[in-house]
C-alpha cells in the first residue's frame, strides 16, 4: 500500500514539474502593460499610439493631453512622447516625467524607460538591446518592433529591417508596419524591397496620402521621375495636410524637364 502511494506521489510531483517547465518556456504575453489609474486615461493612449503608428498623425497632442489630464503618473503615455515627440526637448522633459513615476509601472514598462534613458546618455549605440529585450517578452506586440524599426531605421537599417519584418509578421495588414520598414530598406539601399513595401503600404490604407507620398519617395530615388509625380500628386489630392508635397512636385517637374 505504501509503495503504491509514493508512485502515485511520484507521478503527480512529474507532472507538476513538465506543466512548470511547460509553462516557464511558453511565459510570453500579448503586449506590454499599460498601467494607468484611469480606464478612460488608457484609450487616449491606445488612439496616440493607433494614430502614430499607423501614419495617420505624426503627433497627436490632443490624445496626449487628454491622457495625461485624466492620469498626471502616466508612466507609459510619457515615454511614448519621449520616443515619437518632434523634438529633443520634449522628448527629455517627458522623460524625466516617465522616470519620476517609473516605480509605479510594470517591469516591461521600466525596461521601455530604462531603455529610453540609455538611448540619451549613449546616442550612438546602434542595438536598442534594451526593447528587443521586451519584445522577446512579448513577441506578440507590433508596436514594439515598430518602435525599434523607427528607432533604428536611420543608424542601423540592417537591424531595423529585421524588426520590422516581425511587426508585419505579426500583422499582415498593419500599413505603418510596411512604411517604416520600406524607409528602413531605402536606407540599405535595397530599393526594389522598399518599393514592395510601399507597395503593402498602400494595399493596408488605399485611401491616406501617405503611402502613395512614401512609394514616390523610393521611386525618385530609382529616376522613375514621371511615375513618383503622378504618386505625389494622388497623395496630396488625399491629403492636403502633407505640406510639404506642392515644393517637392514643382523639384519632380524640373527634373522632368
Known amino acids: 500500500m505504501r509503495i503504491i502511494i509514493v508512485v502515485i506521489l511520484l507521478s503527480i510531483l512529474s507532472l507538476s514539474c513538465k506543466e512548470d517547465k511547460q509553462q516557464s518556456e511558453t511565459l ?30 505624426a503627433h497627436p497632442i490632443m490624445q496626449y493631453q487628454k491622457a495625461i489630464a485624466l492620469d ?7 515615454n511614448f512622447i519621449s520616443i515619437y515627440a518632434p523634438n529633443d526637448s520634449i522628448k527629455k522633459s517627458n522623460h524625466e516625467l516617465a522616470k519620476k513615476y517609473k ?19 549613449h546616442p550612438n549605440d546602434h542595438a536598442e538591446k534594451l526593447l528587443f529585450k521586451v519584445a522577446e517578452l512579448y513577441p506578440s506586440d507590433k508596436y514594439i518592433y515598430h518602435t525599434i524599426c523607427f528607432l533604428l531605421f536611420r543608424k542601423n537599417p540592417s537591424l531595423a ?73 494622388k497623395a496630396y489630392t488625399l491629403d492636403t495636410t502633407l505640406n510639404w508635397i506642392p515644393d517637392e512636385i514643382i523639384d519632380i517637374k524640373k527634373k522632368i524637364k
Open 28 to 57: 510570453t504575453y500579448d503586449s506590454v502593460p499599460i498601467t494607468t489609474v484611469n480606464e478612460e486615461a488608457k484609450k487616449h493612449f491606445k488612439q496616440a499610439q493607433f494614430l502614430v503608428q499607423n501614419g495617420l498623425d
Open 72 to 78: 498626471s503618473t502616466f508612466v507609459r503615455m510619457y
Open 103 to 121: 516605480h509605479l509601472v510594470s517591469e516591461a514598462e521600466q525596461l521601455l524607460v530604462d531603455a529610453t534613458e540609455y538611448r540619451f546618455e
Open 161 to 233: 529591417i529585421t524588426a520590422g519584418k516581425k511587426s508585419i509578421a505579426i500583422d499582415p495588414n498593419y500599413g505603418s508596419g510596411y512604411n517604416i520598414l520600406g524607409y528602413a530598406y531605402m536606407r540599405n539601399d535595397e530599393l526594389e524591397k522598399a518599393e514592395k513595401a510601399f507597395d503593402n503600404y498602400i494595399r493596408c490604407e488605399p485611401n491616406k496620402g501617405n503611402p502613395y507620398d512614401s512609394k514616390a519617395d523610393v521611386l525618385l530615388l530609382m529616376g522613375r521621375y514621371k511615375e513618383a509625380l503622378i504618386l505625389k500628386q
